[in-house]
């Protein structure tokens, strides 16, 4: 796959896509918005629902198409290593259920942290316009989002990667969060918005596909409990922190 920078295209957009067709065309379109060039680039992990055939017909994007499902956490991984590969030194990963203003790439690049994530919010109002803020004053918030954040490869020479066993999904966010602070990276998160379509894949998937998913998401939290003695968003997994 050739990512390379052409016309100057330093900034890279990582899509992963499992389902919902709908909501991975608005979030590609508002990666493809933004006011800084950008490649973009969309994982789709084994959609059922004509995502491939899709991305075949589409311009302009790079994609690669997995034959059957992966964690979220390799398909992240592997994006992200194909990046560095050619050359790119920050990316802005989302999910496919995100809308992003125009600025979000260059705000979320130009605020210098290693790990800097963006703000859901649940409706289009609320993401206000672009230059709507004063990015001096994006204040943090104690904790970083995982639906839409900026990686800089200083991160993962680290030795930060995902924990790709966390199949399918849940808690690879929670591992790779700790990572960093053992790492002594701080994960910031600053108050600029993003839509978020919340929870689509569960929303939308069928029956079975819940299940396997619920099943996976307590078995990846019993694992961190192993690991670390408490399970994610508790007031013990806060003081892991401290």
């Known amino acids: ?28 379109a508002s990666a493809l918005l933004q006011d800084v060039p950008c490649t973009v680039l969309v994982v789709d992990n084994a959609s059922t629902d004509g995502t491939a055939d899709w991305l075949r017909g589409k311009d302009g994007i790079h994609y690669w198409v997995e034959n ?62 672009p230059g709507d803020c004063d990015e001096k004053d994006l204040h943090d918030r104690p904790y970083p989002v995982f639906s839409c954040w900026l990686i800089r490869k200083e991160v993962t020479d680290r030795g930060c990667w995902f924990r790709e066993e966390l199949y399918p999904a849940y808690t690879e966010d929670n591992f790779f969060h700790l990572a960093m602070h053992h790492a002594g990276i701080k994960a910031i998160c600053i ?52």
Request: hydrophobic content about 40%; glycine content about 8%.
């Open 68 to 129: 059957k499902q992966q964690s979220l956490a390799r398909c992240w991984n592997v994006a992200l290593k194909c990046v560095w590969a050619m050359g790119g030194k920050h990316a802005l990963v989302i999910n496919n259920d995100v809308e992003l203003r125009s600025d979000c790439y260059r705000v979320l690049r130009d605020h210098g942290s290693l790990f800097v994530t963006a703000f859901p919010v649940d409706t289009k109002a609320e993401m206000g316009v």
């Open 191 to 242: 108050d600029l918005p993003f839509l978020h379509h919340g929870e689509a894949t569960l929303k939308h998937c069928d029956p079975a596909e819940k299940s396997m998913i619920l099943r996976g998401a307590q078995k990846n939290r019993e694992k961190f409990k192993r690991e670390f003695g408490c399970y994610p968003a508790s007031p013990e997994y806060s003081a892991l922190f401290r």
């Open 1 to 28: 796959m050739d990512l390379g920078h052409r016309g100057g295209k330093v900034n890279h957009v990582i899509v992963v896509a499992r389902n919902n067709l709908a909501l991975t065309k608005k979030a590609v």
